[in-house]
């Protein structure tokens, strides 16, 4: 017996890829590697930043332990932080000519790599009940507020405490 062909072929498979699977493959690949790639930048930018601000909270930190220092080291009124002029920038000054080494203050701004740092002294107002206010009261003789600025680039950071008297 013999069969019939019919008319109706099959089409037949193809082993291979269309042009559209690999087009479509490619932007999916490409698409990923741009996804992880700005993921990448990302991280190292913020790693960067968080890098920086380390550091420069760190450098508030050792001008406020220097401060103290200060303090500890000089008399209040005499030679010490109720002698510095309030309200502008200074920065610290170690003098190695003596044992164990001194440490003064100069008007201005400190340069340390890439950071600015100022240290900047103010009057502390206190009230009739002897709490610290803003604006108003009487000057406390025996306190100061100290601020540190750090600035770098386009960024800055502040740290606040008050120091007193204490002797």
């Known amino acids: 017996m013999q069969q019939k062909l019919s008319g109706n072929k099959q089409p037949q498979k193809s082993n291979g890829f269309s042009i559209i699977e690999v087009l479509v493959v490619s932007f999916i690949i490409i ?3 741009t996804a992880i790639l700005t993921l990448a930048v ?3 930018r913020i790693s960067i930043l968080v890098k920086e601000t380390n550091q420069a909270n760190f450098l508030a930190q050792e001008a406020i332990e220097i401060t103290r220092n200060f303090r500890d080291g000089t008399k209040w009124n005499e030679d010490g932080l109720n002698t510095l002029t309030t309200g502008i920038s200074h920065y610290p000054l170690k003098d190695n000519s003596t044992t164990p080494p001194n440490r003064t203050f100069l008007e201005g701004e400190e340069t340390i790599g890439q950071f600015n740092r100022q240290i900047i002294f103010e009057d502390v107002l206190r009230d009739n009940n002897h709490n610290i206010v803003e604006e108003g009261g009487s000057i406390d003789l025996d306190a ?3 601020r540190i600025i ?3 680039k ?3 950071i502040m740290v606040s405490t008050y ?3 204490w002797q």
């Open 31 to 33: 698409f990923v590697l």
């Open 42 to 44: 990302l991280s190292l």
């Open 144 to 146: 100061k507020k100290l």
């Open 150 to 152: 750090v600035s770098w």
């Open 154 to 156: 386009e960024r800055e």
């Open 163 to 165: 120091l007193t008297n």
